[in-house]
Nanobody
Framework: QVQLVESGGGLVQAGGSLRLSCAAS????????MGWYRQAPGKQRELVAT???????NYADSVKGRFTISRDNAKNTVTLQMNSLKPEDTAVYYC????????????WGQGTQVTVSA
């Protein structure tokens, strides 16, 4: 059974930085995409950033140039460095690990709150 444990959320002033980390316990098979999603109150969950096993990344337009995603394949960890935070970045952030096709899976963390004050 794979579990994702997130850490690093909190309260920060606008313009500040936070670093989110997610560690996967258990055995994860093969190549996959690791990512971060977020959900603000009253809104749908949305993609923030993803990174595949080979290192290619994808970012939401709203965070490009401010957030950086990275992963450590040996440790099964994914990190999101968030700089120049804005109040609109306030949300619960969820870690995700997903594989499609052969032996597919879709794991989610419990979420960590990020609050950016104006």
């Amino acid at each position: 059974q794979v579990q994702l444990v997130e850490s690093g959320g909190g309260l920060v002033q606008a313009g500040g930085s936070l670093r989110l980390s997610c560690a996967a316990s258990g055995s994860i098979f093969g190549t996959n995409a690791m990512g971060w999603y977020r959900q603000a109150p009253g809104k749908q969950r949305e993609l923030v950033a993803t990174i595949i096993s080979g290192g290619s990344t994808n970012y939401a337009d709203s965070v490009k140039g401010r957030f950086t995603i990275s992963r450590d394949n040996a440790k099964n960890t994914v990190t999101l460095q968030m700089n120049s935070l804005k109040p609109e970045d306030t949300a619960v952030y969820y870690c995700n690990v997903r594989r499609v096709g052969f032996f597919q899976y879709d794991y989610w963390g419990q979420g960590t709150q990020v609050t950016v004050s104006a």
